[in-house]
């Protein structure tokens, strides 16, 4: 079990990790344990993300681009919503699929 702060500590350079942590991620990631949070630890990071590093768009202001880039490209939506914000910025999408 880990908390949000915790969590979050993986991904935003506030201090360092505490060694329960990496020892829990590495774990977790190799499939070697199972890490639990409750529901609300997602509503918590988005909170935090959003404050410090994120700035939202409406996915409603991207849906027409959105939608005509998913059937040229044979995407989902919404994967074709990250496209279309890309596009719109003239910016690079980083993906892991």
């Known amino acids: ?55 939202t768009v409406p996915a409603m202001e991207l849906v027409i681009d959105a939608y005509e880039l998913a059937l040229i490209h044979a995407l989902s939506v919404y994967d074709a919503t990250y496209l279309a914000l890309a596009l719109r910025h003239g910016a690079g999408l980083i993906t892991a699929d």
């Open 1 to 55: 079990m880990i908390d949000t702060s915790a969590l979050l500590r993986l991904f935003l350079a506030d201090g360092p990790l505490p060694p329960a942590l990496e020892r829990a991620f590495a774990q977790g990631c190799k499939g070697e344990a199972l890490l639990l949070v409750p529901d609300l630890c997602l509503l918590e990071c988005a909170s935090v993300l959003r404050k410090q590093v994120l700035r």
